[in-house]
């Protein structure tokens, strides 16, 4: 294992999604429907606190002006689920941060249940790729993408252009193809070993060992060469891999306060 700055890699659950399955595996099983995670990932480091994706906001969910929006009025799937017991805020605040304490939030993509709460956190850095920045300001918004979520004036966007080390110990790999712009993270801990953070190259492991597509994606050859770079560095690295959006693992993970070191 190489120097670390990372101390403790903590998962929160932020909601569940409801969708068919298609939406995660393409052309799979298209009667069944899943009852998927939206998990957000927190970084106690040397540095400071590093939030990686920032969940959806249930200001969507819960004023009748955004539900229609982002919901309702499109061909979107019924509305994600968010109780209290998964509120961002909240669950920041049982591991006694605010969030003024996030120093800096890595997206791996700019969609709305990946880029809510970034209005909650205006001290931080937000590090995005450069191709997933022009595309989500991109006139109209594309879909899938909650411009109010991001749009904001007077922001922190360090704005870079494909892979990144963040600080030793978390490296951000350019993973494109969901969204033109995808980045995962890899992140080494001083016991478990090394993190694959892969957000949504797959939802499900099953993209990963029978190298499915995802349902949706911007560039299919992009998506299948983003999912074998993520095979290819759990192997390289003997890696745990996290997926964001798998209700299975999500039964054997760690959920905070419990975290991985």
């Not at 999912?227 to 003997?238: F, K, Y």
Request: charged share 20%; hydrophobic share 40%; net charge negative.
């Amino acid at each position: 294992m190489t120097m670390t700055k990372v101390k403790r890699l903590y998962v929160l659950l932020c909601g569940f999604e409801i969708i068919p399955k298609t939406v995660s595996t393409r052309d799979r099983h298209p009667h069944v429907i899943l009852s998927v995670p939206i998990t957000v990932y927190l970084l106690d480091t040397d540095d400071g606190w590093v939030m990686f994706d920032a969940g959806i906001d249930e200001w969507h969910l819960r004023d009748p002006d955004q539900l229609h929006k982002h919901f309702l009025s499109t061909n979107w799937n019924p509305p994600p689920v968010v109780k209290e017991m998964h509120e961002l805020g909240p669950q920041l605040a049982r591991l006694g941060l605010g969030w003024d304490d996030i120093g800096t939030v890595v997206l791996s993509h700019l969609h709305g249940d990946h880029s809510g709460h970034i209005r909650h956190m205006p001290k931080a850095r937000f590090v995005v790729q450069k191709r997933e920045w022009e595309y989500a300001m991109g006139d109209p918004t594309p879909p899938a993408f909650f411009r109010e979520d991001y749009d904001i004036e007077g922001l922190n966007w360090d704005i870079i252009d494909g892979d990144h080390d963040l600080m030793a110990g978390v490296s951000l790999k350019f993973t494109p193809g969901h969204t033109p712009g995808h980045q995962s993270m890899v992140v080494d801990l001083p016991h478990l070993g090394t993190a694959v953070l892969a957000a949504d190259v797959g939802d499900l492991m099953e993209n990963f060992t029978d190298l499915v597509l995802p349902g949706g994606s911007t560039n299919d050859e992009d998506a299948m060469a983003s999912i074998h770079r993520i095979n290819d560095l759990v192997t390289a690295h003997d890696a745990t891999l996290f997926l964001t959006h798998d209700h299975n693992l999500l039964l054997g993970l760690k959920l905070a306060p419990d975290y991985y070191d």
